[in-house]
Every structure is written in C-alpha cells, then in structure tokens.
C-alpha cells in the first residue's frame, strides 16, 4: 500500500546495523482522505550535540548556518527533526 499525507502510521523502533534506532514493521493504521485537520509546518534537522542543547532549551539561537533561516520571517514556527 502507498503512504499518503493524513494517513495514521505503526510501526516498532529497533537497532539498526550502524547501532543506530531505525522504524521497522511499518503499517497503515487508518488511512485519511481527510485531510482538513492537518497542518503544514517547515522542519529542519540538526545532529547532537546541537540538537539535545536547543531542545533542552540551552541554546537558543543557530549561527552555524547563516543562510538556513534567511527566507523565513522572525518568530517563523518550526519542527525539529
């Protein structure tokens, strides 16, 4: 079966070969079409230690990269993946 935006996942977190959590046994739990109750969100990823520092709330400002969040307004909303 195809995954599609709204659809509900399953799944079960195992130990991947490079030690590393990977999802296993994927399935379709409920499948949505419809989609008025999702929301779009932009999302940007970040490797650790940076990641346990910001969302742990010790750093609270990225100048790593200076041009990642040009495009976006001040007080953007975002995910951390």
Do not use: C, Q, W
């Not at 399935?27 to 109750?37: L, M, P, R």
């Not at 742990?56 to 100048?63: C, D, F, I, S, V």
């Amino acid at each position: 079966d195809d995954i599609n935006e709204g659809d509900e996942l399953s799944f079960t977190v195992v130990t991947a070969r490079n030690g590393k959590d990977a999802a296993a046994n994927i399935e379709i739990s409920k499948s949505d079409t419809d989609a008025s109750d999702l929301v779009n969100m932009h999302v940007f990823s970040m490797n650790l230690p940076f990641v346990a520092l910001l969302s742990n709330g010790y750093k609270t400002l990225e100048t790593r990269n200076g041009t990642m969040f040009v495009p976006y307004k001040a007080g953007t909303k975002m995910l951390l993946h």
